[in-house]
C-alpha cells in the first residue's frame, strides 16, 4: 500500500516539473510491473497459505489495478495541464511554431515559418522553413539534379538549427552535383513519409534522387505497429486525431482513440520495466511476418510514386549511436524483403567518439553527430557514382 501511495504522489510531482516524457510514462506504468510482481508473490504464498488466500488476494489486486491506474493518469494530467500553468513553474521544453495540424497528414511543418526549439541545457535553436514546409536549403539554380529526402526528427535535424543539420551539410559538399530537400519531419511514420511525398510529388522531377532515410524503428511507427501512436500523454493531448492507414489501394483513416488498448498497449508495451518489455517483444514477434508484409506495400507504393516521375527511389536506414555500439539495428527488418541499405556501414571505427553523438535527454543526434551522418550520407553517395 505504501508503495502504491509513493507512485500515486510521484506522477504529480513529474507533471509539474518535466516535460520529458519518458520520466512521465515511467513513473505511470510502472505501477503495472509492481502488481505483476505482486501477482507471482501471490502465486508463491499459495504454497503456505493455500489457494483461498491466493484467490482473494488476486481478486483484490485485479479490483484496484484500473482505478489506481486511471488515478494516476489523472494526477499527471492536473500536475501537467492545470496546476503548472497556475505556478509559473518554468518550462523545460518548448517546441512553437513548428508544426501545425493538417488534415492528410496529421501534422505539418508551417510553411515559412520561423520556429524554435528549446530543451534545458541542450540546445535552444531556430529552425528555418521554406514555402514548402521544408528545413531550409540554399540550392543551386546551375545543378540539374535534386535529391528530395523523407524521414522523420533524425533527418529532420530534431534539436539542430538549419546551418548545422547533415542534410544542408551534405548540401554544401554535392550541391555541384545535386541540390538536396529536407522533407523530414519530427514524429513522422511510414504512412506519413508516403503521404508528404504525395503532397510534394510536383517537386520531383525526372532525374531525380528519392530518399526514405528513417531510424529502423520510425519505419515501424506505422498503424499497424501502433506503439509510439499509443502513449498516455500522446493520447491526452492528441487522443482526437485520426492517423492514415493504407489498405486495399487506398489511404483509410483510422481513430487514435480506437486503435489503442488500455492494458496491453497503454500499460504493457509502453512499460519499460521486465514485463513491458517481455510483453512488447512477443507483441512485434506475432505481428513480424503482418508487419514485414505491409511495409512492403506501402514502400512499394513509395517508389511506384518516385518513378512515375522518373526519379530513382532508395531506402537507407539511419544508424544511431548505439546502434553503431551494438552493430545493428534496434528493430528487426531481416523479413522486409523491399531492398534496403544502412548507413552501420559508415559507423566511425572509434566507438568511444560515440559518446558526443546524442543528447543525454533527447537521444537526438548533436551538431558532431549531423556532422557524422553528412560525412556518411557523403561516402554513400560516392558509391553510386560511376
Same mark, same amino acid.
Given at each position: 500500500?505504501?508503495?502504491? =501511495? ?11 516539473? !518535466? ?40 481478486? +483484490? ?128 511514420? =511510414?504512412?506519413?513519409?508516403? =503521404? ?18 528513417? &531510424? ?47 492494458? &496491453? ?12 518489455? +517481455?510483453?512488447?517483444?512477443?507483441? &512485434? ?11 512492403? &506495400? ?18 537507407? !536506414? ?40 546524442? !543528447? ?27
Amino acid at each position: 500500500m505504501s508503495a502504491s =501511495l509513493l507512485l500515486a504522489v510521484n506522477p504529480l510531482s513529474h507533471g509539474l516539473f !518535466f516535460d520529458d516524457w519518458r520520466l512521465l510514462h515511467m513513473a505511470f506504468y510502472v505501477l503495472a510491473d509492481l502488481y505483476l510482481l505482486a501477482v507471482i508473490g501471490l502465486g508463491l504464498w499459495h504454497a503456505r497459505s493455500g489457494w483461498r488466500a491466493c484467490f482473494v488476494g488476486s481478486v +483484490i489486486l485485479a479490483g484496484l489495478f484500473i482505478p489506481v491506474m486511471l488515478a494516476l493518469e489523472i494526477l499527471i494530467y492536473i500536475g501537467d495541464q492545470v496546476v503548472r500553468p497556475m505556478t509559473g513553474i518554468p518550462v523545460e521544453r518548448v517546441i512553437e511554431n513548428v508544426n501545425q495540424p493538417h488534415e492528410r497528414l496529421v501534422w505539418a511543418p508551417i510553411p515559412n515559418a520561423v520556429g524554435r526549439a528549446f530543451v534545458a541545457g541542450e540546445f535552444d535553436v531556430q529552425y528555418f522553413f521554406d514555402d514548402r514546409g521544408r528545413k531550409r536549403i540554399a540550392q543551386n539554380p546551375a545543378t540539374g539534379k535534386t535529391l528530395h529526402v523523407f524521414g522523420a526528427s533524425y533527418i529532420f535535424g530534431h534539436g539542430i538549427a538549419n546551418a548545422d543539420t547533415a542534410l544542408n551539410l551534405l548540401a554544401e559538399r554535392t550541391n555541384h552535383r545535386f541540390n538536396v530537400q529536407n522533407y523530414g519531419v519530427s514524429g513522422y511514420g =511510414l504512412e506519413q513519409m508516403v =503521404l508528404r511525398m504525395e503532397d510534394n510529388f510536383d517537386q520531383i522531377r525526372d532525374g531525380d534522387l528519392v530518399y526514405f532515410i528513417p &531510424t529502423a524503428s520510425s519505419l515501424a511507427r506505422n498503424t499497424i505497429h501502433r506503439k509510439h501512436r499509443c502513449k498516455g500523454r500522446f493520447l491526452r493531448n492528441r487522443g482526437d486525431r485520426v492517423i492514415p492507414f493504407y489498405e486495399d489501394g487506398e489511404w483509410r483513416r483510422v481513430s487514435l482513440r480506437d486503435e489503442c488498448r488500455f492494458l &496491453t498497449d497503454l500499460v504493457l508495451r509502453n512499460s519499460e520495466l521486465i514485463f513491458g518489455r +517481455i510483453y512488447d517483444r512477443y507483441f &512485434t514477434w506475432s505481428i513480424q511476418e503482418e508487419l514485414d508484409r505491409y511495409t512492403d &506495400t506501402v514502400l512499394n507504393l513509395a517508389r511506384s510514386l518516385a518513378e512515375a516521375r522518373g526519379a530513382a527511389f532508395r531506402l537507407l !536506414f539511419m544508424a544511431r549511436p548505439g546502434e553503431c555500439r551494438d552493430g545493428k539495428h534496434d528493430t528487426d527488418w531481416s523479413g522486409l524483403t523491399f531492398p534496403h541499405e544502412t548507413l552501420l556501414d559508415y559507423c566511425p571505427a572509434d566507438l568511444s567518439v560515440l559518446d558526443g553523438f546524442s !543528447f543525454p535527454i533527447e537521444w537526438h543526434l548533436t551538431v558532431a553527430g549531423n556532422r557524422w551522418a553528412a560525412d556518411a550520407l557523403e561516402k554513400h553517395f560516392r558509391q553510386l557514382e560511376p
